[in-house]
């Protein structure tokens, strides 16, 4: 093979050209697997200065992770009525009625608690936050409240109505009494009217009294009747000698001599003079009753011994004339005397006229 020949098969190029770095051209036409290895483990050889000449420089820490900011929501909070609220056990102030109140708070599970003004109403409510954004929690305290008092009112005694009037009634009844003394009938009235209604049986009687005679209000002889029954079924005996008063001179009914007897009757059982003396009348007179001066006579004197003036009298005339017994003038005088002495001024001027 020739020069020419050999030159076309081979390396063309300058030697500069040459792909392995300071190496002479000549060497890399000689095509054996083994120079060809050669040459690349030279050529990585000189490439590793240049490459750590780059990498040279400060050694460097690696960087933090930054951290994502927690996730946040939002809590409001409503109320029916003016409350304090508490977050966690934490107070947040207070929310106006219809209000509102909002905060921050971080996902998970929470209590918040809305209480009224005066405490005494309370409402507690969980919540779980589990996704960012705003949760809405209203307390309606209002049926709380309504709950608490409705209880209360179940448990609690039903108050009575007349118990004030009750408390007060005989102490208007006395007030009323001190103004009748006076004349000022139009301001005792509604004391007695008051004391009545609070179950005070004089209050009653009193009131029955205005009536009857037409003091501080109209003659009215049915509203008498009925409040003097009133007393009297109540146990007030001088109101039993009232209602019987109406009856014996029909006031407000035609006369009615039995009902007058019985109710004297019942009055004098009970103490009262008036009745007693009432009574003796009408066995004096007859009327509802057979004619029995005998019976009048021992009327009046139980009357008299206990210095019912009217009822002295009344027996001083019976002995006088000699009416349910024989006649006695010494009696009759002593009688009219005990009358006179106390006041009594016809039975003094009977006691002057005396043989």
């Not at 590793?48 to 409001?76: M, N, S």
């Not at 409503?78 to 109140?101: E, F, I, R, T």
């Not at 008063?245 to 007058?260: E, I, V």
Request: proline share 6%; net charge positive; charged share 20%.
């Amino acid at each position: 093979m020739n020069k020419s020949s050999r030159r076309s098969t081979g390396y063309s190029g300058s030697q500069s050209a040459c792909p392995a770095r300071g190496l002479p051209c000549k060497f890399m036409r000689k095509r054996t697997p083994a120079a060809w290895l050669l040459a690349l483990l030279l050529s990585a050889a000189a490439l590793l200065p240049a490459l750590a000449q780059q990498d040279e420089g400060p050694i460097l820490l690696p960087k933090k992770p930054v951290a994502k900011p927690a996730a946040e929501a939002t809590l409001l909070v409503l109320c029916d009525l003016a409350c304090n609220w508490k977050l966690d056990g934490k107070p947040h102030g207070s929310v106006a009625a219809g209000g509102s109140s909002s905060v921050p708070l971080s996902l998970g599970h929470h209590i918040a608690v809305a209480s009224t003004l005066d405490g005494l109403d309370q409402l507690p409510s969980e919540i779980e936050i589990k996704t960012p954004g705003q949760t809405i929690v209203h307390f309606a305290l209002q049926p709380v409240r309504d709950a608490r008092i409705k209880v209360e009112q179940v448990a609690r005694p039903v108050p009575d109505p007349l118990q004030e009037l009750r408390d007060h009634a005989a102490g208007r009844s006395n007030q009323g009494l001190a103004l009748y003394n006076q004349k000022r009938y139009v301001e005792a009235l509604p004391l007695f009217q008051k004391a009545c209604d609070g179950e005070n049986l004089i209050g009653c009687y009193n009131l029955g009294v205005l009536y009857a005679n037409g003091q501080g209000v109209d003659q009215d002889y049915a509203r008498a009747r009925s409040l003097y029954q009133k007393a009297c079924d109540g146990g007030l005996v001088s109101s039993c000698t009232g209602l019987g008063y109406l009856f014996s001179n029909g006031q407000g009914a035609p006369p009615d001599y039995a009902q007058a007897r019985a109710l004297f009757q019942r009055a004098c059982d009970g103490g009262d003079m008036l009745g007693c003396h009432n009574l003796g009348a009408l066995y004096q007179n007859g009327q509802g009753v057979a004619r029995d001066y005998a019976h009048a006579r021992a009327l009046y004197q139980q009357a008299c011994e206990k210095s019912f003036l009217s009822s002295c009298f009344s027996l001083g005339l019976l002995y006088q004339y000699g009416q349910g017994g024989a006649r006695d003038t010494a009696q009759a005088r002593a009688s009219y005397k005990k009358a006179c002495d106390g006041g009594f001024e016809q039975a003094c001027l009977y006691l002057r006229n005396l043989p």
